[in-house]
């Protein structure tokens, strides 16, 4: 024993003390968060961060977890959440009419179908082949009211999402809030829909008014379709978008919306 305390240079001591330590509450406590930590982190293929961990785990425990003591036992176990990749940037495209913006970055709606947000966003699967995919966000309770994917980024693919939304809310007149794609500045879209929602589009260059969507997209992105790499057919990358959104929608909790998932907020609402 002497032998080995001096190879590894420690007193005997503090072996002895060492063997004879019996754990405290809060060492057996970070010993089982840790666990958990662990074991959620690797069933969502670690795309969640302290701040989600920490909500899933409180949950878990039916306690309170401060998130800095999650941020803590990441390090010491020396996982993270994936990182997102930069954006591409595109050329803007002179629009045939334009909306105001009228939601004006009030990210906050106080009833649900009072607030969407929409975008389309391209994806890749076989051999550098392309897909898009159109999506509406209710600003109440960020759940995503609907989404289509198609092979072409046009009109069809925009309207159809924009039909299917207002088909389950057919009592609504939303505000539905875009960036100036060509979809939602033609006078096709204007004569469709001028009855049915009132139009509001971000300034020009400023993503951010239209963030929450974003966030989206870099969401569905980061801790989806970035981690499988290649998709070789559209059906396996349209499976794989299916699977997150319902995953988005039920089980995917969010601090904004006080640790619920958006139809859990929805539910407790209606």
Same mark, same amino acid.
């Given at each position: 024993?002497?032998?080995?305390?001096?190879?590894?240079?420690?007193?005997?001591? %503090?072996?002895?003390?060492? *063997?004879?330590?019996?754990? %405290?509450?809060? $060492?057996?406590?970070?010993?089982?968060?840790?666990? =958990?930590?662990?074991?959620?982190?690797?069933?969502? %293929?670690?795309?969640? +961060?302290?701040?989600?961990?920490?909500?899933?785990?409180?949950?878990?425990?039916?306690? @309170?977890?401060?998130?800095? #003591?999650?941020?803590?036992?990441? #390090?010491?176990?020396?996982? @993270?959440?994936?990182? #997102?990749?930069?954006?591409?940037?595109?050329?803007?495209?002179?629009? $045939?009419?334009?909306?105001?913006?009228?939601?004006?970055?009030?990210?906050?709606? $106080?009833?649900?179908?009072?607030?969407?947000? &929409?975008?389309?966003?391209?994806?890749?699967? +076989?051999? +550098?082949?392309?897909?898009?995919?159109?999506?509406?966000?209710?600003?109440?309770?960020?759940?995503?009211?609907?989404?289509?994917?198609?092979?072409?980024?046009?009109?069809?693919?925009?309207?159809?999402?924009? =039909?299917?939304?207002?088909?389950?809310?057919? =009592?609504?007149?939303?505000?539905?809030?875009?960036?100036?794609?060509?979809?939602?500045?033609?006078? &096709?879209?204007? #004569?469709?829909?001028?009855?049915? *929602?009132? @139009?509001?589009?971000?300034?020009?260059?400023?993503?951010?008014?239209?963030?929450?969507?974003? %966030?989206?997209? +870099?969401?569905?992105?980061?801790?989806?379709?970035?981690?499988?790499? &290649?998709?070789?057919?559209?059906?396996?990358?349209?499976?794989?978008?299916?699977?997150?959104?319902?995953?988005?929608?039920?089980?995917? *909790?969010?601090?904004?919306?006080?640790?619920?998932?958006?139809?859990?907020?929805?539910?407790?609402?209606?």
């Amino acid at each position: 024993m002497q032998t080995l305390c001096e190879v590894a240079d420690i007193a005997r001591s %503090s072996y002895y003390k060492w *063997l004879k330590h019996t754990p %405290s509450s809060r $060492e057996v406590e970070n010993q089982q968060l840790t666990q =958990d930590m662990l074991a959620l982190h690797q069933k969502v %293929s670690g795309i969640y +961060g302290y701040r989600r961990l920490t909500l899933n785990l409180s949950r878990q425990a039916k306690k @309170q977890i401060n998130h800095k #003591r999650i941020q803590r036992l990441m #390090r010491i176990q020396g996982i @993270q959440s994936v990182i #997102r990749r930069k954006k591409r940037k595109y050329v803007y495209v002179a629009p $045939e009419q334009v909306a105001e913006n009228l939601l004006n970055r009030e990210f906050y709606a $106080e009833e649900t179908n009072e607030k969407w947000l &929409t975008d389309v966003t391209e994806l890749k699967y +076989g051999n +550098g082949q392309k897909a898009y995919l159109s999506a509406i966000l209710d600003l109440h309770d960020n759940v995503i009211v609907s989404y289509e994917m198609g092979h072409a980024n046009n009109n069809e693919l925009v309207f159809r999402t924009i =039909d299917s939304a207002l088909k389950a809310a057919s =009592d609504s007149k939303p505000m539905l809030h875009s960036d100036r794609g060509f979809q939602y500045t033609s006078h &096709t879209f204007k #004569r469709l829909y001028a009855d049915k *929602l009132t @139009q509001s589009m971000s300034r020009v260059g400023r993503c951010i008014d239209n963030g929450p969507m974003e %966030s989206f997209w +870099g969401a569905l992105k980061c801790e989806k379709y970035y981690l499988r790499r &290649t998709y070789p057919t559209f059906e396996e990358l349209q499976n794989d978008i299916d699977e997150y959104i319902c995953f988005y929608n039920n089980d995917r *909790l969010q601090k904004k919306l006080n640790g619920l998932s958006p139809m859990e907020f929805r539910t407790k609402a209606a």
